[in-house]
């Protein structure tokens, strides 16, 4: 896997009142701080790589170089597991849901991290179905598919007003919950989902041909967090 250096930084979470369609899950916008770099996954874990690491494909949209999907939170996990294991003086884990959302605005406050047709596979342009990674241009920080092809698993819990009492350093989510959350849309969003505001969630043991993940990654031999 190949991965791109996300600096530390500071960012406006969440939606801005302009953006009309916004829930109430995805206010109020506040100022977050990520105050340590690490490296995210420059495309989402392709079929290619997890079966390298599995040994399995439980993708419905099959091919090489598309991203995989069918996969819970706690396959995510299991892969992670195994990536660690090897000890390359790496620790990975799924990023937080601010880490995941500072990288994809790449410094934009913008309610969409470029234009959709040119960044994203959705509902307008996939044909109902995933496709290769990479094919679509990268974000500002060199990130592909950060929009559309498949939601991603992010390490949180979800909490409806998590972002009324967020701290304003690294958060991490609700010590814990129900429904693990999700980022990023998917091939069947409609534009207004496909906002770097929304907020999806679902049960860890969920899986559908609309999920996937990144790895994120950072120099160490911690025990990741979850």
């Given amino acids: 896997m190949d991965f791109e250096q996300i600096p530390a930084g500071e960012f406006l979470m969440g939606a801005s ?5 916004a829930l109430d899950d995805e206010r109020p916008r506040h100022r977050v701080r990520i105050t340590r770099a690490f490296q995210l996954g420059r495309c989402l874990v392709t079929q290619e790589e997890w079966e390298a690491v ?19 939170w706690h396959d995510a996990q299991e892969f992670l597991r195994r990536l660690n294991a090897r000890r390359d003086g790496f620790v990975y884990r799924l990023p937080t849901e601010a880490e995941w959302e500072y990288a994809a605005r790449a410094g934009s406050n913008a309610p969409y991290p470029g234009e959709l047709d040119a960044i994203a596979w959705t509902e307008r342009n ?10 679509k241009a990268p974000n500002r920080w060199g990130l592909f598919d950060i929009i559309g092809n ?11 007003d998590y972002y009324q009492v967020s701290p304003g350093n690294d958060p991490t989510g609700p010590a814990a919950g ?19 505001a929304c907020r999806y969630m679902g049960v860890p043991g969920l899986r ?19």
Avoid: Y
């Fill in 17 to 21: 009142p302009e953006e009309r369609m």
């Fill in 54 to 72: 599995m040994g399995t494909n439980p993708s419905d949209f099959r091919g090489a170089r598309r991203p995989v999907e069918c996969v819970s």
């Fill in 126 to 135: 996939s044909g109902n179905q995933t496709h290769p990674v990479a094919e």
């Fill in 150 to 160: 498949v939601s991603e698993w992010c390490a949180d819990w979800f909490a409806a």
């Fill in 178 to 196: 129900f429904k693990r959350l999700r980022r990023g849309a998917s091939f069947g969003s409609a534009d207004e989902d496909c906002r770097v």
């Fill in 208 to 226: 559908a041909v609309a999920i996937g993940f990144r790895c994120l990654r950072q120099p160490g031999t911690h025990t990741p967090l979850v």
